[in-house]
């Protein structure tokens, strides 16, 4: 008797695999390019907007035309320090007086106007009041051309007096009074060396700090103030400081060398913080220079910066340190 096939066993082994097709993979398609939109419109700073920091960089300037310059300027005031020493005071009153007529347009693009009149005659009243009678006087002449700044700004009326009259007081400190004491130095029989003393170991601090920081700065002093301005620069300055002030004061005044060294570590304080701070001035206002008088310079104002701060610290060391003949 034969056995019939189950029809499930039957169907089980009829049953064909079913084989599953894997569809080939698509290929990932590039996503589509951006449209980059055209760079805009460079819109130029309003006036008296902060200037952004520039790129950093080597010298900024025609470094021929500011040595030349910078010779004569040289040769004119040594040459007025020892043919006669009221010539020299005369140069340094008109100098002056530019240089607060450059602060005041400066401030002026911040509608800052400090009354010039009164600056004018009182810087020149200062300076011939420190050589005509030292300190004393000096001291007077600054009380007397302060009072006046006070008193010529008053008929305006009280809008901005504040302002203004603040910003008077500071030009006469910052510039007249403090250029005084360069004309403080001419006293002593020697007042000619020591004014020579104290421009050598100024320009050191410039020159050094220069040099050094071409070839080795790397890293930057106050990169929001003066972004070429380098730590490497400032050992330079202090290198060439304190060699050129110990070899002024042996050789022009005749002196120890050490008194010389600190006259230069001085100096290179003072010279690098008039240096910063008449750099934060100009940033303040948005401007590069005080002014265009001098080519490659810039303005009087720009020659002066570490000379008004270094003027006080170099009579005050001298004075102190130095003898007198």
């Known amino acids: 008797m034969s056995k019939e096939r189950s029809p499930r066993g039957s169907r089980r082994r009829g049953r064909t695999r079913a084989v599953r097709e894997i569809p080939p993979p698509v290929p990932e398609m590039p996503p589509p390019a951006r449209e980059i939109p055209p760079p805009a419109p460079e819109v130029p700073p309003p006036p008296g907007a902060p ?92 009380a007397l051309t302060v009072l006046a700044a006070l008193v010529w700004r008053l008929p305006e009326g ?17 510039v007249p009074f403090l250029a005084s004491f360069a004309v403080l130095m001419l006293e002593p029989a020697d007042g000619p060396w020591r004014v020579t003393t104290f421009v050598i170991v100024t320009m050191c601090s410039d020159i050094g700090g220069y040099l050094v920081g071409v070839i080795f700065g790397r890293h930057p002093m106050a990169p929001s103030i003066s972004p070429k301005k ?17 070899a002024a004061v042996h050789y022009l005044l005749e002196d120890a ?54 003027a006080p610290v170099a009579w005050a060391v001298l004075t102190l340190l130095v003898e007198a003949p």
């Not at 380098?230 to 110990?246: H, N, P, R, T």
């Not at 701070?277 to 100009?282: D, P, R, T």
């Not at 265009?292 to 570490?306: A, K, N, W």
């Open 158 to 174: 009280p809008e901005a007096y504040l302002r203004d009259t603040t910003a008077g007081v500071f030009t006469i400190v910052y």
């Open 51 to 142: 200037l952004a920091p520039p790129p950093p960089g080597r010298a900024g300037r025609n470094l021929p035309l500011a040595i030349g310059v910078g010779i004569i300027l040289l040769a004119v005031t040594l040459a007025s320090l020892f043919i006669v020493k009221a010539v020299f005071v005369g140069l340094a009153a008109v100098a002056v007086v530019i240089a607060v007529w450059e602060l005041a347009n400066a401030l002026a693009v911040r509608d800052i106007r400090p009354p010039i009149v009164p600056l004018a005659v009182g810087s020149v009243a200062m300076l011939v009041s420190a050589y005509a009678g030292g300190t004393e006087t000096l001291v007077a002449a600054l």
């Open 257 to 310: 060398y050490w008194k010389g060294v600190v006259l230069g570590l001085a100096a290179v304080v003072s010279a690098t913080v008039g240096d910063l701070s008449e750099s934060m001035i100009k940033r303040d206002l948005g401007i590069k220079d005080m002014g265009t008088l001098l080519p490659g310079h810039g303005g009087i104002m720009d020659r002066l910066d570490s000379l008004l701060l270094t």
């Open 230 to 246: 380098s730590w490497e620069g400032f050992v330079g300055s202090v290198l060439f400081c304190a060699a050129g002030g110990a």
